[in-house]
């Protein structure tokens, strides 16, 4: 077998002149580099050469990539935009530079929207892949100093934590492009400032939220009642480390939010972040300033975009000094009423035209549930079910039918369609569909029997939910119930739709923790004990003292 080295001794040969220079310009030639792999003729060290760095990652990264994200590395700004961000470790303004040298090379943009290419994620892999090519060429030139290592090539902006919930709330997301264009038009309109959008449960606040986050890759934090992610000094752990990974700010650590802010403003150059906080009236805070601690007054460049359900004066607690700009959204007010129910069609039209796979595929991730499989066995597309229909009904009806029932809630979509599509409504018309997302709750208690003596245990373990307000494992609940854990974990499969599984490693012992997945659930529980007649008092009060007993031994 030739190697390398004895072709670069013959150029050298023949050409000793000209021999090096053209063996330095052959290893920074992509086409070259691509040669020499195909004839497993690679060097064995590569040449500390940036360019020639580059070229090496871009044939090592290039392997089945879409030629639009190749076209766009191989442009000389690119290049020279990479290597300084890469040299003061600051890769976010790589990001920034990319976004708005796509905005001038539109033809660019389009071929990769157009590939469907998540541009932060392919601009984090070539960072990683250039770091290892540089590794390869073991000089320290690629090293960065005080510390002398290589970068933190890391655009993950927000917390892996939060990957989870924006995949599921935009998988399907469609419209609400009026909101968008409000929160554009704040913020292109103030220097600074905080927005609300305001919606009643299940309107698709969180959706917005997470779909923005996606789009722009602003930093972001999701309060989560049922888990107990709403505590301030939470939110402030979580947005200090975005901000200062985002800004390399220095000094940082134990900073508070309003001295956060201003190093973020200096540090803007003329930018502007928006940081986006989900579901602020799911936080737990005692006192009465403002919720999260957030500002009175922002710095230039700065805005909060928030999300939260219909308020009073006295639950509000976001008081702003007269220098900060407040605007609102209200989805439960006027025109974006109308708006949000062509949203709603939209969602639906798209569910439509989903086929069974990919309806498996979409109640499968909602679920989360490890045994989710065999209750998507047997699905059906929604058009099986609308022919069904007696009387007939055509796709047109059927969407405004259930927009009408929807009440302009998505989460009773959320809960309605797959209950559709795995037959649970077989027996039922489009007229029999529960209306809106509290009749629906009412509606599914009632057909999984939950008043009956039957289902003592199943409408036990839920309160035991309620009353804990945070995750239980399955272990726990069949302690507290005097149980065996099979028969409970069956019944917490029963609830996929309303309850969260997430597995923790304890003790080398895989466990499995539950908590209600959604907020408006959590709240039609707290009304079953209150019920006059229901023998859900009687439950929900010897579940409360069997976890007392539970706790105190």
Known sequence: MIEFAAITSMIIKHAPQAGQPIIKQAQKNEAVIKILHELKLNPTQIPDDVDTVYAHTLVRYGVFKPEAILNLFREKETKDSFWNAYTNNTPFEFVEYIRKFLKKDTDLDTNIRKANINISAELEKFGEV?????????SKKFLIPPEQTYPHWDLDVYPKEFKALISEKTRLFCGRKFVFQAIIDFVEKEKKGYFTVIGDAGMGKSAIAAQYVLATNFPCYFNVFAIGENKPEKFLASIRQQLIKRYSLQNADNADLRNLLQKVSEALNGQKLVIVVDALDEVEQEGNSNLLDLPQSLPDGVYFLLTRRPFNQASKRLTSSPDTPVDELDLTKGDYQKYSQEDIKEYLRSFLKMSKDEIRQWIQQLIKNPNSAKNTEEVIELNQWIEKQNPPIDQTEFVDKLAEKSQNNFMYLRYVLPAIATGKYNDLSLKGLPDGLKQYYITHWQRMGMDNDDNDINAKILFILL??????????????????????????????????????????????????????????????????GNKNKRRFKEIKEKIYQYLNG
């Open 467 to 532: 009353v804990r307000g945070e995750a239980v494992s399955s272990d726990t609940i069949a302690d507290i119930l005097d149980e065996d854990i099979f028969p409970i974990e069956k019944i917490l499969g029963q609830w996929v739709e309303y309850i969260t599984p997430r597995k923790v490693q304890e003790d080398k012992k895989e466990k499995t923790y539950y908590t209600i997945y959604h907020r408006s659930f959590f709240e039609f529980l707290q009304e079953q004990p209150k019920l006059d």
């Open 130 to 138: 250039f770091i290892s090519v540089a590794k390869d060429s073991a």
